[in-house]
């Protein structure tokens, strides 16, 4: 359950902090000894809080499995190669840990792992590490790139990563993709939409030719095209006509809504929704799930990346037999390159700042999150992804290549609260943009400058 901290608990956490950092800082000496073999932590005990339930999952991985065995190896290798101590502790509600540490003056753990839909207040408020010092950041296919990150950066640094490196924990942060029926798809006698994607003619006007070809009665049933959430399929559409969000030009952020692009991206998802596939929709007021795609009553479904390929109740598990494409792409769009949002990074990885030895957490963070031997490469793990997951070596690369172009949609902001309301209503889109016009100044100075601002610090212009 996603929460939010008691206003009164804020303000105490704020005001330690606040006298905390008035006080004169000594020099952190890492304690560990640099050797002729290597790094020797002298018998440091690093404590890592991660969101979940001991048992369920080994470091995100299923318990149980290769991966979740794999895991555990390196965890002793580390343990053993620079003599520390890696004890992990997993809550359902890590950051309380953290929150209540950090008002009682005590140092509960060391690295933290938690959602980044909660933990963006965490770096806010400055109860991170910030971790350029620290990080070989720029190592992008380690630590994931700055869109994949972009929640975690604030001002002048980076405060946290993802282990970008390792396969499938990375791949559920990705917001939405569009899973399809592929045994429809041949029982209607129509062309793979995975070859559209191939051949470059992924386009609004095939998606829209599709919807209108997979809708068809079975047995006296009408199976959809298409079922999606209104706001999901608006926000994706705004996004697949090469339009970003925000963006930084000149000092300032431009928000993508407000460009010509955007503006074309949301009239042609109004027109889709309202008019001319509006049963293809939920009501507004429904997300839907994916029980209706597994129970046959449409041919795509717009799917969190999390529904497709997380746990036994996904469903990648489920069926047999189903596709994965991006979304179509509009006129401005680059060929080939599909973006998509995300509200949360689940697996976000951090420094108290009031760890014990960040430069200490720092290795043992870096050493965690190096690549496995199994999968060194990224088509190494295209192959896992191909052999354990999909039917067909495409929908790994959908996946991948969606996946390193998501961006943080500023969703608790408001930001998504613009693009769906866009396309919800009667009134003229342009008009309605003119209205939001001040709330979408405010979302931008308050929270996406400080994220440029930090991004530039980090990777530079």
Known sequence: MKKTIDFIVLALIFVFILCACSQSSEEIVPEYIVTSSGTDLDGFS??????????????????????????????????????????????????SVLRTGIMSGSQPLDIVKAGSFAMVEDVRAGYLTGLSAFLDIENIEKWGTPNMLQSLIWKNDIFGVTPFAWPDIPYTVTGHIIAVNESYVSKLSQTDPREFVENLTWTWDKFEECLSAYTHNDGGNTIYGMKSHHAYFAMNMFLSNG?????????????????????????????????????CFHPTESAGDHTEFVNGECVMYVAWSSELINGTSSIMYQMDNVGILPFPQGPNATPGVYYSYHEDLPTSIGIPFNAKDPATSAIILSAMLEPFDEYKTKDDILDYMN???????RDAEVLAN????????????????????????????????????????????????????????????
Not at 64 to 87: F, H, L, P, W
Not at 253 to 262: L, M, S
Request: proline share 1%; aromatic share 12%; net charge negative.
């Open 46 to 95: 690093a404590t890592w809080g991660w969101t979940g339930t001991d048992g369920d999952t080994v470091f995100g991985f299923t318990t149980g499995t290769s991966n979740a065995d794999m895991v555990i190896q390196r965890r002793k290798d580390i343990e053993n190669t620079y003599n520390c101590k890696i004890n992990v502790d997993y809550k359902e509600d890590i950051l």
């Open 243 to 279: 339009v970003a969000l925000s963006a930084y030009e000149d000092g300032k952020v431009v928000c993508g809504a407000y460009t010509e692009p955007g503006r074309v991206a949301l009239e042609r998802a109004k027109k889709i929704m309202q008019e001319t596939h509006h049963d």
């Open 387 to 393: 052999e354990q997951i999909f039917f067909d070596r």
């Open 402 to 461: 969606v996946t390193r172009y998501t961006e943080y949609g500023f969703f608790r902001e408001g930001a998504r609260g613009v693009i769906e309301s866009a396309t919800e209503v009667t009134t003229a889109i342009s008009a309605l943009l003119e209205s939001n016009k001040d709330k979408y100044d405010k979302i931008a100075e308050d929270y996406m400058t400080p994220h440029y601002q930090g991004r530039i610090a980090v990777y530079g212009e």
